[in-house]
């Protein structure tokens, strides 16, 4: 597996992350399998959430993980916190118990990575420096980012919080690109120009943040995939072509076109599945020409002007 430098850090990660929040639907030896094969494709970087599973899918991913100090070392963890029952909690108490939370489920002392899951309107930057602060005093977190958050929001933040943002999280994937086609769009009276993100796409990119996307698989808010959907012939079509080329299938593919891109972005894979997991991992080696990529592009149905 291909690495990366995340964000600012020197912390070495494979350029594709294993999102563990539907580990909860396998059985204990699927699960066990799950993680071990990640770990024989180098995809050691898991991706967690206090809110996953209601907990349970951290707990189970150190059951399978077989956690201990030997195999800690060889694994990368990062977790989120900040959402709760019908709000949003950037509260420094709320930041502290769930690290700790997070910590005691998977069986470790830290964790590699924090994300700050969703904004919080009441978010006090001061309170989350200061809980920034005591994690990383204490040896409980090594290294800070958000997730779901735009350019402002960020500055916010930084107004208070000292640690590199390494990682920002976003929803993005073929068919959910505003943040890249309203680049194509500026200054012109269309749906494409409208900037609903605040150009976090260049802001992390000039900020050396690592883009995270989320749902790389998913069309609209969790409406289904795009591979393989009738919704989507054209895409599907000249997926499939260039996936023939490169001797992959489809899956890999759609993983190559998020990596093609020069932010150097680490994709989050949902999937449970070991062969989709090989697939997704291939992506690795396979790097799209410019023509493909916009090939592809275009055929979700992205029009330049």
């Not at 992350?17 to 024989?40: H, P, W, Y």
């Not at 209601?54 to 399978?64: L, Q, R």
């Not at 208070?160 to 943002?165: E, F």
Request: proline residues 4%.
């Amino acid at each position: 597996m291909r690495t990366m430098k995340l964000g600012t850090s020197t912390l070495e990660v494979p350029v594709v992350s294993v999102g563990c929040m539907r580990i909860n639907s396998l059985e204990k030896t699927e699960a066990e399998r799950f993680v071990q094969t990640a770990l024989d494709l180098g995809a050691n970087f898991f991706d967690h959430a206090d809110i996953y599973g209601g907990g349970s899918c951290e707990e189970i991913f150190a059951e399978a993980i077989h956690m201990n100090d030997d195999i800690r070392e060889k694994i990368i963890l990062q977790s989120k916190c900040g959402i709760r029952k019908r709000m949003f909690d950037f509260s420094k108490e709320h930041i502290l118990e769930s690290v700790d939370g997070s910590l005691k489920r998977l069986h470790t002392d830290y964790l590699d990575v924090l994300l700050l899951h969703r904004p919080d309107a009441l978010v006090e930057p001061e309170e989350v420096a200061e809980a920034f602060d005591i994690l990383e005093r204490s040896g409980k977190v090594r290294h800070f980012g958000v997730s779901n958050q735009n350019p402002m929001q960020i500055e916010l933040l930084k107004k208070s919080v000292k640690q590199p943002l390494v990682a920002n999280q976003l929803q993005l994937s073929i068919t959910n690109a505003n943040m890249i086609s309203n680049g194509f769009n500026v200054n012109m009276e269309n749906e494409a120009a409208v900037n609903r993100d605040g150009s976090i796409l260049d802001y992390c990119r000039l900020n050396d943040i690592t883009i995270q996307p989320w749902s790389p698989f998913q069309y609209g808010f969790f409406e289904g995939v795009f591979l393989g959907n009738e919704k989507f012939p054209e895409l599907n079509q000249k997926i499939d072509e260039i996936a023939e080329k490169y001797q992959v299938n489809n899956t890999t593919i759609a993983i190559a076109w998020l990596l093609r891109h020069p932010a150097h972005m680490q994709p989050v894979i949902g999937t449970m599945n070991v062969g989709r997991l090989k697939d997704c991992c291939k992506a690795s080696d396979i790097s799209l020409t410019r023509e493909e990529w916009y090939e592809i592009f275009r055929a979700a149905g992205n029009v330049l002007p």
